[in-house]
């Protein structure tokens, strides 16, 4: 059978829709349950407060659950949307699959993560009800934060589907599906690490609610380090769309590209995930004993900067395999 | 829709056909640039106008923020005198201010007023002034030879350390001082990219969104809110802390 312009659009739509529902859904639901779950817990101990419980589950997952929205956007977007003369055959379904693979590795780590302050807040809604507010308006700024790793995979994913790539055969499919996986990858475990982060922040909050200012301030900085590597995914995925040029347009090309995808993406998973538990547990802390942030944070930070140390590795082998070898 | 690739790289000059090219300037950039330096100063003239013992409402924001803002660089410095603390109040306050009005500057729908942000260059400009300035702070405090003794790992200088130990505490800088130095650079990426991807990711994603549902209108301008003011404020001010917390960690 002969692979013509409209059998690569077929596989190309129908593989990325794939990637991203059957991905991106896999986080948000998990975390969706780990709420209702904690919420459950939460009605047993205080029954009087299950109707603020109710509401703030149902708050917490409704914002957790948002990464799902992306990716189904996304996804209806590749089966829908029209393909121009600029992007049409292989190059097509090489940027639909790897918009596909950005957006359902993506949305994956934010969806699991937001699990964490949802049940944290209704734990903390019903352990602490005259707070209410404060505890729900903590619980939904960390989820909002942990959700910018999926916010820069809809970018990159939303790049892939509407702007040409500028290479030709199989150096366009690495530079797309490096760049998707870059992103995707790159962006899970980030989404994880923020969100228990903010899970941490949200329970601290709840139990020493005056010191809330503190633990907060912790668990954006925290959180903000946390998403290195996601940053670091979008820079390759950034400099591989638009920055690229004499590259071979053989295989080769397409080796180093997607190498570097990988490299800097999967590399990005083990940092993400660790810098969020440190940032857990120094929320934890800041919010039991608020006078001594500053130390908190200093040892907190140089933690995480140790601990990233791994991404830095990705990145740097991404960028010799881009531009050196 | 198709000039989104575009806008990422350079910006076009408005009237004009050619694209600028990676040697010069964004001109918009720093038009939008100049229009918030302008409200900033204006209301800064504003607010030092009159001041009075008791403060009217006007003024008691103003006090309000200052005071929020000096006691976060005091409690993260904590310097020796209290002049020592009023010079970095004074870089992150500005800092933080800039940075929102620059944020806040898309929420116009003219077609000209753009975030300055929303150009890498600003931003990567702002990290490396960060963390010069951070660097500048550590080697006077420190020593150019305290500075690099810091950067050649934890195992470096060893008390009373025996001849194996001492060479094997030596020898592990060769592995350190690379990480660590390729780590203060990578704090210029991390900081500057996280601001950029934020702000020109939201600004794509309200593009992309007004063009899918341009029947549901309001569901664009929530979605614009959120990003403008919500994601705004909060990368400004995470941008503005964590400059705040590599100056600190360098004094400390």
Not at chain 1, 79 to 87: E, G, Y
Not at chain 1, 244 to 254: A, N, S, T, V, Y
């Amino acid at each position: 059978m002969e692979w013509t312009a409209e059998t690569w659009e077929f596989v190309g739509r129908y593989l990325g829709a794939g990637f991203a529902l059957g991905m991106g859904g896999i986080g948000a639901a998990v975390g969706m349950g780990m709420a209702a779950g904690k919420a459950n817990e939460a009605m047993m101990r205080q029954p009087q407060q299950q109707s603020v419980v109710l509401r703030t589950m149902l708050i917490g997952q409704a914002v957790g659950g948002s990464p799902s929205i992306f990716a189904l956007v996304i996804g209806l977007l590749i089966l829908f949307k029209s393909s121009s003369a600029s992007l049409a055959g292989p190059e097509f379904a090489a940027a639909v699959i790897a918009a596909g693979l950005s957006i359902g590795l993506g949305c994956f780590g934010s969806g699991l993560g937001c699990g964490w302050p949802g049940g944290s807040g209704c734990e903390g809604v019903a352990r602490n009800p005259r707070r209410a507010t404060s505890v729900s308006s903590s619980m939904i700024i960390g989820q909002a934060v942990a959700q910018s790793p999926s916010i820069f995979a809809t970018v990159v994913a939303l790049i892939l589907l509407f702007v040409p790539v500028s290479a030709t055969g199989y150096a366009a499919f690495g530079i797309c599906l490096g760049a998707g996986v870059a992103m995707g990858a790159g962006a899970l475990g980030p989404g994880i690490g923020s969100g228990t982060t903010a899970g941490g922040a949200v329970h601290g909050s709840s139990r020493w609610p005056r010191s809330q200012a503190a633990t907060l301030r912790t668990m954006l900085i925290a959180q903000a380090v946390s998403q290195t590597p996601a940053i670091f995914g979008m820079l390759v995925a950034f400099i591989m769309l638009f920055a690229m040029r004499d590259l071979e347009g053989d295989i080769i090309g397409f080796a180093k590209t997607f190498g570097a995808g990988v490299a800097v993406g999967f590399g990005g998973v083990g940092p993400g995930i660790g810098s969020g538990t440190a940032g857990e547990f120094a929320c934890r802390v800041t919010a039991a004993r608020p006078r001594t942030d500053a130390l908190i944070l200093r040892t907190m930070l140089i933690g995480q900067a140790v601990s990233q140390s791994t991404a830095i590795y990705s990145l740097i082998i991404a960028l010799v395999l881009l531009y050196v070898v | 829709m198709e000039g989104i690739g575009e806008r990422l790289i350079w910006h076009y000059v408005p009237g004009m056909d050619a694209a600028i090219p990676m040697g010069g300037l964004n001109v918009l950039t720093v038009l939008n640039t100049l229009v918030v330096m302008a409200v900033l100063f204006s209301l800064a003239y504003l607010a030092v106008r009159k001041f009075a013992m008791v403060p009217g409402r006007a003024q008691y924001v103003v006090e309000m923020y200052v005071g929020a803002f000096d006691g976060l660089v005091t409690s993260s410095l904590e310097l020796e005198s209290r002049q020592q603390n009023r010079r970095f109040f004074a870089l992150i306050g500005a800092l933080f201010m800039f940075l929102v009005l620059s944020n806040l500057m898309g929420f116009f729908p003219t077609h000209y007023f753009e975030e300055p942000t929303a150009d890498i260059n600003c931003t990567l400009g702002l990290g490396t002034m960060g963390m010069i300035i951070a660097t500048f702070c550590a080697l006077r405090v420190k020593g150019l030879g305290g500075y690099l003794e810091e950067l050649a790992g934890p195992m470096w200088s060893q008390e009373g350390a025996t001849g194996g130990a001492l060479i094997a505490g030596k020898l592990s800088a060769v592995f350190f001082f690379p990480l660590n130095v390729v780590g203060e650079l990578a704090k210029i990426v991390s900081i500057s990219f996280r601001l950029f991807g934020n702000i020109i990711g939201g600004g794509i994603i309200i593009v992309v969104v007004s063009h899918l549902v341009y029947n549901f209108s309001w569901l664009a301008v929530g979605l614009d809110v959120f990003f403008i003011f919500f994601v705004g404020t909060v990368q400004a001010f995470v941008f503005t802390m964590l400059t705040l917390t590599y100056i600190a960690v360098a004094i400390k």
